[in-house]
């Protein structure tokens, strides 16, 4: 089955630097590649999300990047601020039935004022 | 508006005990999901359900039963709690079970065995 790895664990940034998190993912007909933030008490929430057919994403602070080839993909959220201090997961999923993502295993991000 | 709800937020008991928790979805989605978060964060994908029909049930034991009266409820029933049911249990559903459908999460529910 799918098994998706990711790096780091925890990361430290003050306010106002960049921050970039790491996965990759074994099963190279995965095709989707969600991201979810969870604050701390709350529920995961899609922030931002890659298919296969594209290599780059982006949505105001946030970016996506995707390589197929070495199976690997990465958030990346320029000027961090306070807010964006939370649980990151990175998932993958392929075309099979059930829409079934499999999770990385988490990165806590915390943004120092 | 509450988009996936579940019922109760917490929930306390003893080993052997049997409970049950409780998800609707007000989105009109087709596919709902359960999910266990353990005490590292590892979220994990248990069962999920399309029309009301099981289409993935990941190597969960048999002890954990889901129940999907309509599209828009999925319900957990777990006997013989165990220790090791202790986590965060969280419900979804997307518009549908093919791939690119955004999973819209529930607000959780606290499982603690004793």
């Known amino acids: 089955g799918e098994n998706v790895e990711q790096h780091p664990s925890t990361l430290s940034v003050q306010e106002g630097d960049s921050a970039v998190i790491k996965c990759t993912y074994s099963?190279?007909?995965?095709?989707?590649f969600p991201w979810y933030k969870q604050e701390l008490g709350k529920r995961p929430q899609l922030i931002i999300d890659?298919?296969?057919?594209?290599g780059e994403k982006k949505d105001q602070r946030i970016a996506v990047t995707l390589n197929k080839t070495a199976k690997h993909f990465s958030l990346h959220i320029t000027e961090t601020q306070p807010e964006d201090s939370a649980v990151y997961f990175c998932?993958?999923?392929?075309?099979?039935?059930?829409?079934?993502?499999?999770f990385g295993g988490g990165t806590r991000l915390m943004v120092k004022p | 508006d509450t988009a996936v709800s579940q019922t109760p937020k917490y929930l306390v008991t003893q080993m052997g005990n049997d409970k049950s928790i409780k998800c609707e979805q007000n989105?009109?989605?087709?596919?709902m999901y359960w999910y266990k978060q353990d005490s590292k964060k590892f979220l994990k994908i248990m069962f999920s359900y399309n029309n009301k029909e099981l289409i993935i049930n990941e190597t969960v034991p048999n002890r954990f039963s889901p129940k999907s009266p309509d599209k828009a409820h999925l319900n957990l029933h777990i006997n013989s709690l165990e220790l090791g049911d202790s986590a965060v249990y969280f419900c979804?559903?997307?518009?549908?079970?093919?791939?690119?459908?955004?999973?819209?999460f529930g607000p959780g529910t606290r499982l603690t065995v004793l």
């Open positions: 890659i298919r296969s057919n594209v």
């Open positions: 979804a559903s997307s518009r549908g079970s093919g791939v690119y459908n955004e999973q819209f």
């Open positions: 989105l009109g989605h087709d596919t």
């Open positions: 099963d190279s007909a995965s095709n989707y």
């Open positions: 998932a993958a999923s392929k075309g099979n039935a059930g829409n079934m993502l499999t």
